[in-house]
């Protein structure tokens, strides 16, 4: 469906990724807020102590759990990018943009594809590969994992409708 549309360029993909930063700091914020109350429930049933930490953002920063915390706010960040790039081939930056992420022979991506391409995007780093191969259109992350991003017309856009594919 998508095959012979124009690939997306720098501007347009930083565009994009600029609006998702927005959408993923709130879901961030939302994630950070479970993993707090979670904790408050914990020490107000004594399961956890809070001796020796000046509040639950100090706990859950400090030690073994730093990583935890770390580890299951950047599963929520991955988990974003890889549930609306294999259901609905765009985020909602990337619908505000008109951009589709595909594979290369035009299919929606697989899980691990989405998941192996967010990582090796490195938070946006991997589209200046964009300068680097000028004229190709394809950033580190689309050559590494055979996808691409294309720019898909308004027309095109109002087909694919995100919201229905999305469930």
């Known amino acids: 469906m998508f095959a012979n549309a124009p690939r997306a360029g720098f501007a347009r993909r930083l565009a994009a990724i600029i609006y998702d930063v927005l959408v993923l700091m709130a879901l961030v914020m939302l994630a950070a807020g479970i993993a707090m109350l979670l904790v408050q429930l914990l020490v107000s049933t004594a399961l956890v102590n809070l001796n020796g930490y ?3 953002a100090d706990y859950l920063t400090t030690g073994l759990l730093r990583w935890l915390y770390f580890s299951y706010l950047l599963a ?18 990337m619908r505000a943009w008109r951009i589709v992420v595909i594979k290369q022979n035009g299919l929606p991506l697989t899980p691990l594809q989405a998941l192996a ?25 689309d050559q590494l994992t055979a996808s691409q991003m294309v720019v898909i017309s308004k027309a095109q856009s109002k087909n694919l409708n995100v919201h229905q594919s999305a469930r």
């Open 76 to 93: 929520i960040i991955l988990g974003f990018y890889v549930y609306f790039w294999c259901k609905a081939g765009q985020t909602l930056g």
């Open 117 to 141: 391409r967010a990582l090796l995007a490195c938070f946006g780093v991997g589209n200046l590969w964009l300068w680097l191969r000028w004229g190709k259109g394809l950033a580190l992350q």
């Open 54 to 56: 000046s509040d639950i």
